[in-house]
């Protein structure tokens, strides 16, 4: 991730002093607000205002939280009907109104196996939080400690999620291969790679000599986002879905960033078909305030009153502009539309590809879109990649920006350029994401041109 602290050299005195004195009184773990030193003072739909007067294409959409971009009418009208009906803003976790009409809501969505017969937890209202929940959930049902998770997840950063990502430095979590087709840790790539990941897989769990004792469950992500828009192939999710059923182990799938339509379905297991043990939920169940839950089957319903507590499980703006979310994602159709506008926007940046040979690899599902960035002038791996290139995905980010372009990177090297456009964009707001991108990348690659044939190639 770049590290950019500058600010532009027209920007307005209060922009300026805004983003010197958070640069010097906030974290140095502070992350996006480096990348892009902008200062938002209004929002509509895709578009953000800087208070430089600039704005800006937001295809970061809160990492992926803002299905129907940034402040949706229909979601301002719930928030607003909250507050003026004198609701109590906080409850703990007691039943109420507004609550009752997100639940009813969000099990209208879900796989018949988990409407009818399935369980909600209201976590701490962030993803990392619904994540723990679910750990603590299998443990307690299965009476097992172990858990497996794949190379490249993402799940959070409170410590046990943090154990079950790829980032993880000390853990106890054991790590599976997920199917990378470009990066392919069996060099084969395509359904052989995959392939061979479940056999992995599957003799980890059989070989009672592996060193793997039986997990108290298995946590895995449809499409890996933040690990580089990595979409798992139907098959292979299916084989793990058949695997742990197969040996009572409970799957946990992460829908954290690939739910509410984001990748084409309503929810991204819907692709393959296959329905977990626990669903993990939150961004844009929230409808862009923070809430998140987990459902899962009841027969996993084994936990003491309290073992989940927390203060701020109750929070009624974030379910009302939730319900509103999901129920206008559902009634629009904007699953089935991110679907086919995706299509078209692979098509196009597979083509930029082509012409482009910094671009290793283009991939996603729906609106969860990535560009791989390769220095061209290195030999290729026994897989057929070539060495990530981080800092021309940098000088891409920051080119983008420098068009009113706002784009995340990810992936292992932080070398893949990622568009998570709300589900809401027309036609031409696509076409004007793309041609800037475009333009970003000849950019970046001019001022960017030398090849570093000695970076590292580690996965
Ligand atoms: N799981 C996935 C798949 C995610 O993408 C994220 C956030 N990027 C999380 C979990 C953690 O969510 P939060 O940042 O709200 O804790």
């Known amino acids: 991730m770049a590290l950019t602290e500058t600010v532009p050299a027209a920007a307005p005195p209060a922009h300026e002093g805004i983003l010197r004195r958070q640069s010097l009184r906030e974290s140095a773990a502070r992350t996006y607000a480096r990348s892009l030193p902008i200062v938002p003072v209004r929002a509509r739909g895709l578009t953000i205002e800087g208070a ?11 990492a992926g939280t803002l299905a129907l971009g940034h402040n949706h009418p229909v979601v301002l009208e719930a928030i607003r009907t909250v507050l003026d009906s004198g609701a109590p803003l906080h409850v703990l976790d007691l039943a109420t109104p507004v609550k009752d009409d997100f639940t009813t809501e969000l099990f209208a969505t879900l796989p018949r196996e988990l409407a009818e017969r ?10 990392t939080d619904a994540v723990e929940a679910a750990f603590k959930l299998v443990r307690t049902a299965t009476g097992r400690d172990g858990l497996m998770a794949f190379s490249g997840a ?16 000390h853990t106890s979590v054991a790590r599976l291969p997920y199917p990378y087709d470009y990066r392919c840790p069996f060099g084969t790539g395509g359904e052989r790679g995959a392939e061979l990941a479940a056999r992995w897989t599957q003799n980890l769990l059989d070989d009672h000599k592996s060193g793997v004792p039986r997990p108290a469950g298995m946590i895995l992500e449809p499409v890996q986002g933040e690990g580089g828009v ?5 098959g292979w999710l299916r084989r793990m879905r058949e695997l742990t059923a197969a040996r009572q182990i409970p799957l946990i799938v992460d829908e954290v960033q690939t739910g509410v ?22 961004k844009a169940i929230g409808g862009s305030l923070p809430l998140a839950v987990i459902v899962y089957r009841e027969e996993l319903d084994a936990w003491q009153p309290g073992a989940h507590a927390g203060t701020f499980r109750g929070n009624q703006l974030a379910m009302a502009a ?9 009634a629009n159709g904007l699953a089935e539309r991110a679907g086919v506008l995706g299509a078209r926007m692979l098509d196009r940046l597979r083509a930029l590809a082509g012409t482009h040979d910094c671009i290793g690899d283009v991939r996603g599902r729906g609106l969860m879109l990535g560009l791989e960035f390769v220095d061209p002038g290195a030999d290729l791996d026994p897989g057929g990649a070539r060495p990530a290139a981080p800092q021309l995905a940098a000088a891409v980010q920051r080119a983008c920006l420098d068009r009113g372009l706002i784009v995340e990177l990810g992936g292992r090297h932080s070398a893949v350029v990622r568009l998570l456009p709300p589900l809401t964009i027309t036609d031409e707001q696509a076409d004007a994401i793309l041609d800037r991108l475009a333009d970003a990348i000849t950019a970046a690659v001019r001022t960017n ?3 570093t044939a000695s970076s590292p190639t580690t996965l």
Do not use: K
């Not at 399935?118 to 993803?127: E, K």
């Not at 993402?154 to 430095?169: D, F, I, N, R, V």
């Open 118 to 127: 399935g369980r909600i937890q209201f976590c701490g209202p962030a993803g």
């Open 52 to 62: 430089d007067g600039r704005r800006y294409l937001d295809c970061l959409s809160g």
């Open 154 to 169: 993402y799940h959070g950063m409170t410590a046990e999620a943090l154990a079950a990502s790829g980032g993880a430095q």
């Open 230 to 234: 990595i979409p798992a192939p139907d």
């Open 261 to 282: 339509g984001r990748t084409g379905t309503f929810w991204a297991i819907e692709h393959s078909g296959i329905v977990p043990d626990v669903l993990v939920l939150s």
């Open 322 to 330: 939730g319900r509103a979310t999901l129920a206008h994602v559902r």
């Open 449 to 451: 041109p030398g090849p």
